[in-house]
T-cell receptor, first 111, second 114 residues
Framework: QKEVEQNSGPLSVPEGAIASLNCTYSDRVSQSFFWYRQYSGKSPELIMSIYSNGDKEDGRFTAQLNKASQYVSLLIRDSQPSDSATYLCAVKGGSARQLTFGSGTQLTVLP | EAQVTQNPRYLITVTGKKLTVTCSQN?????MSWYRQDPGLGLRQIYY???????DKGDVPEGYKVSRKEKRNFPLILESPSPNQTSLYFC?????????????FGNGTRLTVT
């Protein structure tokens, strides 16, 4: 079983819709959770981090964490074509030394 | 400009010919790491370093070496490259592995081993 799992997609949503990206993790003592965005041919960039159960909002992005269910999600409201990218979920485990990435979900926002 | 610089961006080599991919950061970061990215497998950590002279294995260290003699530099060495090391490589750095410390990535090195 992979430590961090994401639906690889591709996920397509129309412009203006809400895109929902999901991630599950296997290490129950994981403490920190991150979402990175990676445009094709580019390096990943951090867009959200979350550490406590519940929701965290930043502009059009909302990260949701449920540690009991070992589940973290990213919602993108009012999706734009410029949001088309691969979104990587990353989890920092109990050792606090390693960050484990999921394989990413490819999102396409259709104009 | 704060950045992580990797060189070269593209490299084509033959099996067994030693190579080094350089990585340098100008942000005085303590933590540096190497990842490889393959289709369907995401980013997998090769090696990481918490500080000068402190390095440790990640998830896929076989066939790779690293060194951290200076805080700013963290080269990745392939002593005898093989075709299964064909991949996209990223170097990254951060202040440390605190939860609020984002990873800054280099632009990547696309390596092809024939």
């Amino acid at each position: 079983q992979k430590e961090v799992e994401q639906n690889s997609g591709p996920l397509s949503v129309p412009e203006g819709a809400i895109a929902s990206l999901n991630c599950t993790y296997s290490d129950r003592v994981s403490q920190s959770f991150f979402w990175y965005r990676q445009y094709s041919g580019k390096s990943p960039e951090l867009i959200m981090s979350i550490y406590s159960n519940g929701d965290k909002e930043d502009g059009r992005f909302t990260a949701q964490l449920n540690k009991a269910s070992q589940y973290v999600s990213l919602l993108i409201r009012d999706s734009q074509p410029s949001d088309s990218a691969t979104y990587l979920c990353a989890v920092k485990g109990g050792s606090a030394r390693q960050l484990t990435f999921g394989s990413g979900t490819q999102l396409t926002v259709l104009p | 400009e704060a950045q992580v610089t990797q060189n070269p961006r593209y490299l084509i080599t033959v099996t067994g010919k030693k190579l080094t991919v350089t990585c340098s950061q100008n942000m005085n970061h303590e933590y540096m790491s190497w990842y490889r990215q393959d289709p369907g497998l995401g980013l997998r950590q090769i090696y990481y370093s918490m500080n000068v002279e402190v390095t440790d294995k990640g998830d896929v260290p076989e066939g790779y070496k690293v060194s951290r003699k200076e805080k700013r530099n963290f080269p990745l060495i392939l002593e005898s490259p093989s075709p299964n090391q064909t991949s996209l490589y990223f170097c990254a750095s951060s202040w440390g592995m605190r939860g609020d410390s984002p990873l800054h990535f280099g632009n990547g090195t696309r390596l092809t081993v024939t």
